[in-house]
């Protein structure tokens, strides 16, 4: 066992740090960092030990030392940062040269410098001590730009033990250093190389044949093989990556990722619904599918191809990214056993619902059974590739037209405006924008998220979030300048829907026309207007006889809502139905005859120097209105 460093001082992220060192100044009791060289601007070298030091003192790590050395970073693993090392003994580099019939000698330059980089995570805001693992991805990519997995399994002495990357197993964690923290492995971490189809057909265990020959009859599978985007091109490539705007800083993506998830059912479990081959597949998914184009696999008419499409998401997530874990949902159990995704897949304008459920994640979950639903074998899921995840199903997963209309996507459907572009999960900017350090957020270009979120040059667009900010999720687009943009709603089945935008007011928020589908939505909405205006109507729920029924009636009749009671701000704390400047308008009722993408459309009618606030949507089926929860 490694004896633990411990740093004496609390670990505080940057920010905080940077607020303990004012405050000092400020009292006259920091004198000066004897203990630091300040290398540049940015860099803190440290006497104590570094993850480049300890791996370099401790005689089992002399490979992973070495390695350090070789490729040029050790100055790197020396400097002040937040670094998460995952580091392979000797013994597991002797098994890894073995199992792969080769020496450190003949490694290439660039095969080290790989080896390595699988092993490091680089984070701006923190490193990743076991405390923080999930079952799934680790939400900062580690120096490859790769995703590493954690698993939790039981050793045969019955005690629990983390495994990284389905292989390598911690077998000591959290050594403290000045820089980061250090886990001791007891295997080398590989990555794959391959493209999820690839993945699925070259599975070691065989597990997919029948998925695959479907993937490949389709040609499904071609469609899923890039991993970068080469139309997207940054204002800011060889630059700073940063954009000002209104005096803040954020970054701007140098690159468009790609990626996808497959939900993909194993040969046993097609077999145990008499589906083994890809004939008696389609005879199986024209129940669900129809007849059309019976021959043809590649078209997207085909009972097979759409059945395919239904298991297929452009972006890439694993199970711990699929739903929001952040602070902003009310921490009852109500609320967190009801917290929702909805996805677009491949299937032309079909949603998929992900929930979180007491036994795991669920999908497609009938409102009036919750037992009713596909499950997956999260033991076995989280299978990475270079651009995407692979997860196991329990259930075979189909679009059944009576039962998602009439029970699973016949309800209130609420969205994060994150939700929609698949180019914010693959680019890690969702769900990653607390705690960043440097940059307040990001800023992307107009054409960065393609059809799904479209603005005029005239726009700047801010991606930003905080936990004691009163949003949905904790995360908020802000437009300002002379904004026109574009959102792409998620589609829903034919139907009668309201839809409401849900919004936090300040004094600094403007006035703009709202439009859905190219038409105008009545008169322009003020962002300003807070929720005690008369025009509104706002009185706390504290303050009724019947806990806010009839003023929520009489804020309805002026085309207002309070904001749900299942969304959270750690600036109170409270819910956002008890904040006054939280609010939804109903934007209107809208009859859909067809599946169809819709377009929520917003232009700035007043001045520049104002700013539209977009947090999120909601649909709900007219005929549910009346029963609506407060939730």
């Known amino acids: 066992m490694i004896r633990k460093k411990y740093i004496s001082a609390i670990r505080a992220p940057k920010v905080m740090r940077k607020v303990f060192i004012l405050c000092a100044i400020i009292s006259g009791t920091l004198t000066s960092c004897n203990s630091d060289d300040i290398v540049g601007d940015a860099y803190y070298t440290f006497v104590g030990e570094t993850v480049a030091s300890f791996c370099d003192n401790n005689p089992q790590f002399s490979t992973f030392a070495r390695l350090i050395h070789d490729t040029g970073n050790y100055s790197l693993l020396s400097v002040y940062g ?7 003994t000797d013994d597991a580099f002797s098994a890894y040269f ?20 699988n092993h490091i995570i680089r984070s701006d805001s923190y490193e990743y001590t076991y405390e923080k ?12 730009d790769r995703f590493i997995v954690v698993s939790f399994n039981v050793n045969g002495q019955g005690q629990r033990e983390i495994v990284i990357n389905k292989n390598s197993t911690i077998t000591d964690y959290n050594n403290e250093l000045h820089n980061g923290v250090l886990h001791v492995i007891d295997r080398v971490i590989t990555m794959s190389e391959e493209d999820l189809p690839s993945v699925i057909r070259n ?9 695959s020959q479907a993937l490949d009859a389709t040609g499904l599978g071609d469609t899923m093989q890039e991993i970068y985007n080469d139309d997207y091109e940054s204002p800011y490539a060889g630059g700073t990556g940063t954009i000002d705007i209104g005096g803040w800083t954020f970054k701007v993506p140098d690159k468009d990722k790609l990626g996808y998830t497959v939900f993909c059912e194993p040969d046993e479990l097609f077999k145990r619904n008499n589906i083994t081959d890809l004939n008696s597949l389609r005879d199986y998914a024209a129940n669900y599918y129809g007849h059309e184009d019976w021959d043809d696999y590649t078209s997207s008419k085909n009972p097979v191809n759409k059945f395919i499409s239904y298991h297929i998401l452009n972006r890439q997530m694993a199970t711990n990214s699929f739903i929001y ?4 949902t009310t921490p009852t159990p109500e609320a967190q056993n009801k917290r929702y995704e909805y996805y677009e897949t491949l299937l032309q304008y079909r949603l998929i619902e992900i929930k979180s459920g007491t036994g795991g994640y669920q999908l497609n979950t009938s409102t009036a059974d919750e037992s009713k639903c596909v499950t997956l074998n999260e033991q076995q899921s989280n299978i990475s590739g270079v651009n995407g995840f692979i997860h196991v199903l329990n259930d075979i997963l189909v679009y059944d037209e009576n039962y998602m209309t009439s029970d699973v996507l016949n309800k209130r459907i609420r969205f994060d405006a994150y939700a929609v572009p698949p180019q914010l999960t693959n680019n890690n900017i969702r769900w990653q ?11 992307i270009t107009p054409d960065f998220c393609g059809d799904y979120l479209t603005f005029n040059d005239a726009s700047n667009i801010k991606l930003w979030a905080s936990e004691s900010w009163t949003n949905h999720q904790a995360d908020e687009m802000i437009f300002t300048g002379w904004y026109d943009f574009t959102l792409r709603l998620l589609p829903v089945p034919p139907g009668s829907y309201e839809i409401r935008l849900g919004y936090r007011a300040e004094s600094w928020r403007g006035i703009a026309q709202l439009f859905i589908d190219g038409d105008i939505q009545g008169i322009p909405v003020n962002l300003r207007t807070i929720g005690t205006d008369p025009g ?9 006889a019947d806990n806010g029924s009839e ?14 009671a299942s969304v959270y701000s750690l600036n109170g704390p409270k819910t956002l139905r008890d904040d006054s400047y939280s609010l939804r308008i109903v934007i209107g009722t809208f009859s859909f005859q067809e599946y169809a993408p819709h377009y929520f459309r917003v232009k700035n009618v007043e001045t520049n120097d104002r700013e539209f606030h977009l947090d999120y949507i909601e649909y709900i089926p007219t005929n549910l209105i009346e029963t609506e929860d407060i939730n």
């Open 433 to 443: 924008l607390v705690d960043m350090q440097g940059n307040v957020g990001y800023s």
């Open 536 to 544: 509104v109507g706002w009185v706390a729920d504290s303050e009724t």
């Open 551 to 564: 003023n929520d009636k009489a804020m309805r009749n002026r085309g207002y809502m309070k904001a749900p």
């Open 98 to 117: 073995s199992e792969n019939g080769t020496t450190y000698d003949a490694l290439t330059d660039a095969k080290k410098q790989e080896i390595l980089y």
């Open 133 to 144: 693992f999930q079952e799934g991805a680790i939400s900062t990519p580690n120096m490859r």
């Open 203 to 211: 599975d070691s265990q065989n597990r997919f044949t029948i998925f």
């Open 82 to 88: 937040h670094f998460t090392c995952f580091a392979p």
């Open 325 to 328: 874990q952040g602070a902003a």
